[in-house]
């Protein structure tokens, strides 16, 4: 009876314990393996955004329109607010702030590019990267706007590479 996981003295077990091991392990590394092109894209967002903003004197401010920021407030609600609580900093399940000294931490010496990054590929917590591009820019937006960054007249745009040039310092 040794090697098998299951049974009992009467009759041999259905599964060798070697082959439910393998499968276990087979499954683990699959799922990781589907990971690499989110893991990927976010280093080098990340990369790419420290290189952006060191090799900038004067960085642009984040371009966002208020229509989107209220369009993201929509998506938050739905999507974020039971983690992050309705005033962005006061969440019933543990969600870090995202709006005052945290997300300045966090955030205030990137890029919209690495926050972008970050929101689309690790949220909501249940189901990460399953947003549509433009409700994370939406999403986004709202951020900025509930952190005080002005709004304009052009929308945040879906594309990395034009967020990098958009510094959250001020």
């Given amino acids: 009876m040794e090697g098998y996981l299951f049974g009992n003295d009467n009759e041999p077990p259905a599964v060798p ?10 499954m683990d590394m699959m799922m990781l393996f589907g990971q690499l092109p989110r893991l990927a894209l976010t280093a080098a967002i990340l ?14 401010a984040p371009l966002y329109a208020a229509a989107q920021a209220e369009r993201g ?16 900093d006061n969440g019933e399940f543990g969600g870090p702030p995202l709006k005052g000294g945290y997300f300045r931490t966090r955030w ?23 947003l549509s ?8 937006a709202f951020l ?4 005080g960054y002005p ?19 001020r």
Avoid at 108 to 130: E, F, I, K, T
């Fill in 17 to 26: 314990a070697p082959m439910f091991e393998f499968q276990v392990f087979q």
């Fill in 47 to 60: 990369l790419g955004s420290a290189i952006a903003v060191s090799a900038q004197d004067q960085p642009a």
């Fill in 73 to 88: 407030q929509a998506a938050y609600r739905q999507s974020c607010q039971d983690c992050h609580g309705t005033t962005l």
């Fill in 108 to 130: 205030g010496q990137g890029n919209v590019a690495a926050l972008y990054g970050y929101v689309s590929l690790a949220m909501p917590p249940d189901r990460p990267g399953q």
């Fill in 133 to 140: 591009p433009q409700t994370y820019a939406d999403l986004v």
């Fill in 144 to 147: 900025l706007s509930g952190n």
């Fill in 151 to 169: 709004a304009g007249e052009i929308e945040l745009p879906t594309d990395p590479n034009a967020q990098q040039d958009m510094s959250l310092k």
